[in-house]
């Protein structure tokens, strides 16, 4: 289930996830980029980031931040879960916290890490709630953070993820420059500050969504090979390697795969 956020929010946050699995045995489940750093709430058993040859498991934080991916990573259940997951802007987190984007990079963090103690107040009150109030809950708790935070200038940044968007990920750093009329090294420097990737690697993760809205909506006797073209990709060799690198799995994994929870997170398998 996607609720949008409030008005006021929707600048920082694009969407809310409320996600529920009832399998008991474990499960495994991809998370892939696309542009935008998540928090999730697993309010009713911790999700694992790992399991050794040894089966000893190590276990995620009840709610952790996770930033911009490499790739992708893999994470599982042995419970029931629901998932709570604030999908932010691509520059929303910095926004709101005034903390590099780069900090998080690849990275998960538990969330009293990063916010101050009323999180830990939220956590317990989105546990025993209907989605509706657990909504109303996270727009109060965000919307304080706006009230308390400084204006910062972010006109460079909303304008170049405005140009990269619009042209879906199709774009060279020249006409990015171009359009900007600021140097290549400092988009660069404000693309990581602000989102925690470079112009390119975000735009390269724009193209691939972009590709898998086209294959979700494609018409049965369209072919792979005319909607890699028409998602800016050179060849099909070129579109499967960089699928996999953010995937790690194939377009036609993809497309067949029943275990779709968002665009970006998969449910792979039972793990026996």
Do not use: W
Not at 30 to 58: A, C, H, M, P, Q
Not at 102 to 119: A, L, R, Y
Not at 221 to 241: E, M, P, R, V, W
């Amino acid at each position: 289930m996607q609720v949008s956020p409030s008005k006021e929010l929707s600048h920082y946050i694009k969407h809310y996830l409320f996600l529920d699995n009832t399998e008991t045995a474990v499960q495994k489940f991809r998370l892939f980029s696309d542009g935008n750093t998540g928090l999730v709430f697993s309010v009713k058993s911790k999700l694992i980031s790992g399991i050794n040859k040894y089966e000893i498991k190590e276990y995620l934080p009840a709610s952790f931040l996770y930033g911009q991916l490499n790739g992708f990573k893999d994470l599982y259940s042995e419970n029931e879960i629901a998932l709570i997951i604030v999908v932010f802007q691509p520059n929303g987190i910095h926004q709101l916290l005034g903390i590099p984007a780069q900090e998080f990079h690849d990275s998960i963090i538990p969330v009293e890490d990063v916010f101050d103690k009323k999180i830990t107040v939220l956590q317990e009150r989105l546990f025993d709630q209907n989605n509706q109030i657990r909504a109303e809950l996270l727009n109060s708790f965000f919307s304080s953070l706006i009230a308390s935070k400084t204006t910062s200038n972010q006109f460079l940044v909303d304008h170049s993820l405005s140009f990269i968007i619009k042209n879906k990920g199709q774009f060279s750093i020249k006409q990015l420059v171009e359009y900007t009329g600021y140097t290549e090294r400092h988009l660069e420097r404000k693309f990581k500050e602000c989102i925690g990737l470079n112009p390119k690697k975000f735009g390269n993760v724009v193209r691939l969504h972009h590709f898998l809205k086209l294959l979700k909506d494609k018409p049965e006797d369209t072919n792979l090979t005319t909607i890699c073209y028409d998602a800016g990709f050179s060849d099909q060799s070129h579109l499967i390697k960089d699928f996999k690198k953010h995937t790690g799995i194939t377009p036609t994994e993809y497309v067949h795969s029943t275990g779709k929870l968002t665009n970006n997170l998969i449910k792979r398998f039972s793990v026996s």
